[in-house]
């Protein structure tokens, strides 16, 4: 049982580049988010997508783009990297199991934007 | 929407039990208080939910006095591999919920 699968782990990009984060999980969790942590802080929430074909914006989302391609897959993308954009992303699903919401994580992409 | 505070750092001896208290003066009536444990160059893993009173699992004990305006998370004999950043969070109450916001955490050190 793999959970939630991100790619690629690490990536370097130059300023001005685009690329695609993938995450795709096989727990047929509805929910699906994408969180970044920089250093010596908590995950702040990019964006979100509550069930397939829905999105929203979260915490902090200016400089991406989201897509729910499907129930098992959420991607995300920087259309024009930032060095502001270095951080580790973490991809999560959610499932509502005799209680609250409850989140599973990816093991995240080391991103640096130089 | 509610957000925790909690110590940014502990330590502890090996065998010792850990209580790592949250904060949150503002839940609201439907939230559920998550703990999550991330461990270096790991996503967070969770470890124990809870709504009032307490509640305990094979990991961990949580414990919610009647207000809910804070929670403990009790670490019964830690070990060197409990070090890690654990985090409180509030809210969890719908599917694909935008409101659980994690703080910067409590960074707990086990010492041998």
């Known amino acids: 049982n793999a959970g939630v699968t991100q790619t690629p782990k690490f990536q370097v990009l130059k300023t001005g580049q685009s690329m695609t984060l993938q995450c795709a999980q096989d727990m047929n969790h509805n929910s699906m988010y994408w969180y970044r942590q920089d250093p010596g802080m908590g995950l702040r929430l990019i964006y979100y997508?509550?069930?397939?074909?829905?999105?929203d914006k979260g915490e902090v989302p200016n400089g991406y783009n989201v897509s729910r391609l499907n129930k098992r897959e959420f991607s995300l993308r920087l259309e024009s990297a930032a060095p502001s954009q270095t951080s580790v992303y973490f991809c999560a699903s959610s499932v509502r199991d005799r209680g609250g919401e409850k989140l599973f994580f990816g093991s995240g992409t080391q991103l640096s934007v130089l | 929407l509610a957000k925790t505070t909690q110590p940014i750092s502990m330590d502890s001896y090996e065998g010792q039990e850990v209580n790592i208290t949250c904060s949150h003066n503002n839940i609201a009536t439907n939230d559920y208080i998550t703990w999550y444990q991330q461990f270096p160059s790991q996503g967070p893993r969770f470890i124990i939910q809870g709504y009032k009173t307490k509640v305990t699992n094979e990991v961990a004990s949580l414990f919610i006095p009647a207000d809910r305006k804070s929670s403990t998370l009790s670490l019964p004999r830690v070990s060197l591999s409990d070090t890690a950043v654990y985090y409180c969070l509030v809210g969890a109450d719908r599917s694909g919920a935008n409101n659980l916001f994690f703080g910067t955490g409590t960074r707990l050190t086990v010492i041998p």
């Open positions: 997508s509550a069930s397939e074909g829905t999105t």
